[in-house]
C-alpha cells in the first residue's frame, strides 16, 4: 500500500483516475440546477463522493467500502435529482473490475435496479428517449467491468505464455549445448587423445630419429587441423544467434538490474539513452561483416559479458560499442563498477574470462581487458573478418 502524500491519485494508476473526473459533471449540471436548498446537501455529498474515490485509491484494504459510498451517492442523486446522474456510475468501472465478481453482481444488479425504478416517471414523459439515455450508464457498471476483468486475465495470461515460452527456450538453448557437448567429447575425444599420444612420442623421436620426429610433427599437425575443422563444423550446427538479438536481451537485463545501458552499433542501426529506452532495430537486413558462425560467437560472447557486468560489476551504468575495422569486428564493453587489478583478472581467468577467451579462439579471436579499482572495466570482444583455414607449419 502506497502511502497517502499530497498527491492526488499515486502515481502507479497514471492519468486514468483524472479522465474519469469528466463523469462528474453531468451529475453536477442536473444538481445546480436544483433549487439552492436542495443544491447544499447534494454538493456536500459530492465532496464525501471525492473523498472516497480518492481514499480508494490510497487504502486498498477498504476499496470496497468505500465503493458502497459512492455507489450510494450515485443513487441518491438519481432518486432525488436527475436519473442522468447515473452516468457517475462509469467512475466505478475501473475500481470495481479488480475486485470479486460476487461484488460486482451485486453492485450491478443493485444500480441496475434502483436506476430503472427511478427512470419509470421519465418513461411516461419522454418515452424510449430514457432508455438511450440509460444504456450508457447501466452497461459503464453492470457490464464494463467484467469486460476490464476479462482482459486483464487474457493480459496476465499472455505474459505468463511469454513467459513460459522463453523459458521453454532457455531449456532448447541448454539442450542444445548439452549435445553440442557430448558430440565435441565424442568425436574429439579419441582425437586429442591421438594427438597426445603423437606428441609424446614426437618428443621421444627427437633426440633419437629426427626425421621420424619431423614425420610425426607433421602427422600432429595435420591431426590437429582435422580436430579444428570437425569443432568448426560443430559449433556451425549450433542455431545461428544475432547481435541485435543479444541488444534486446541485454536491455531487459540491465533494465532489471537498475543499470543503464547505452548501445552503439551503426551496423543495426542501434541507438539507444542511458535508461535502455527507445533504442529500436531500424534495419534488420544489415549483418556485420561476419560469418553466422562468428556473430553467433561474438553475440553469446557478449551475453556473458553483460552476465558478468550485472553480477559482479556494482555497475550502474553501461556501454556496448560495435567497431567495424578493416581487418576486425570489436565489440566493447565499459562499465562503471568496482573494477578489478591485474592480479584478480588473472585470478579471475581460470572461470568466466578463461571461458570467453576459448570460445573467441574458435574463430581466431581474442580478448582484451582494462581495469583498475574502482574505475569500472573495458572488455573488447576482437573477431577478425576472415578465419584462418591453417597455420604455417
Not at 57 to 80: C, D, G, N, S, T
Not at 196 to 206: P, Q, S, V
Not at 296 to 307: H, K, N, P, Q
Request: positive net charge; glycine residues 6%; proline residues 5%.
Amino acid at each position: 500500500m502506497e502511502k497517502s502524500t499530497w498527491k492526488l491519485f499515486p502515481e502507479r494508476e497514471g492519468i486514468v483516475p483524472y479522465i474519469a473526473l469528466a463523469n462528474c459533471v453531468i451529475p453536477l449540471f442536473f444538481m445546480l440546477r436544483e433549487p439552492l436548498a436542495s443544491v447544499w446537501p447534494g454538493l456536500l455529498l459530492f465532496v464525501v463522493f471525492l473523498a472516497a474515490y480518492r481514499e480508494q485509491f490510497w487504502r486498498v484494504r477498504y476499496v470496497q467500502h468505500f465503493l458502497i459510498v459512492q455507489l450510494a451517492i450515485i443513487l441518491f442523486y438519481v432518486i432525488a435529482y436527475e436519473p442522468g446522474s447515473a452516468y457517475l456510475g462509469f467512475i466505478l468501472s475501473l475500481p470495481l473490475s479488480k475486485q470479486r465478481p460476487r461484488f460486482i453482481m451485486v453492485v450491478a444488479v443493485v444500480f441496475a435496479a434502483v436506476t430503472t425504478w427511478a427512470s419509470i416517471p421519465y418513461f411516461e414523459k419522454i418515452g424510449s428517449v430514457m432508455l438511450f439515455i440509460l444504456i450508457p450508464p447501466i452497461f459503464g457498471v453492470c457490464i464494463m467491468p467484467f469486460i476490464i476483468r476479462n482482459a486483464a486475465k487474457f493480459k496476465t495470461m499472455a505474459e505468463r505464455l511469454k513467459a513460459a515460452t522463453e523459458q521453454l527456450e532457455r531449456m532448447a538453448q541448454q539442450e542444445e549445448r548439452q549435445r553440442i557437448a557430448r558430440e565435441l567429447h565424442d568425436t574429439l575425444g579419441h582425437t586429442l587423445s591421438l594427438i597426445a599420444l603423437k606428441g609424446e612420442l614426437t618428443e621421444k623421436l627427437i633426440p633419437r630419429a629426427p626425421e621420424k620426429a619431423m614425420a610425426e610433427a607433421r602427422e600432429l599437425t595435420d591431426t590437429a587441423r582435422a580436430a579444428l575443422k570437425q569443432m568448426r563444423e560443430l559449433v556451425t550446427e549450433m542455431r545461428v544467434v544475432r547481435l541485435a538479438e543479444e541488444y534486446a536481451h541485454a536491455r531487459s537485463l540491465c533494465a532489471a538490474a537498475g543499470i543503464a545501458l547505452m548501445i552503439d552499433d551503426r551496423v543495426y542501426d542501434v541507438k539507444a539513452d542511458k535508461t535502455g529506452n527507445g533504442a529500436e532495430l531500424v534495419s534488420q537486413a544489415v549483418r556485420t561483416p561476419l560469418s553466422p558462425l562468428q556473430e553467433t560467437i561474438l553475440a553469446m560472447s557478449f551475453r556473458e559479458v553483460l552476465t558478468n557486468v550485472v553480477r559482479h560489476s556494482r555497475a550502474t551504468e553501461c556501454r556496448a560499442e560495435l567497431e567495424i575495422e578493416e581487418g576486425s569486428v570489436i565489440l566493447r564493453v565499459t562499465d562503471n563498477g568496482q573494477g578489478m587489478d591485474e592480479q584478480e583478472i588473472k585470478s579471475a581467468s581460470g572461470s568466466g574470462i578463461a571461458g570467453l577467451r576459448q570460445r573467441l579462439m574458435l574463430v581466431d579471436g581474442h580478448l582484451t581487458i582494462q581495469s583498475a579499482p574502482h574505475a569500472g572495466m573495458r572488455i573488447g570482444l576482437h573477431i577478425p573478418r576472415t578465419i584462418r583455414s591453417h597455420q604455417g607449419g
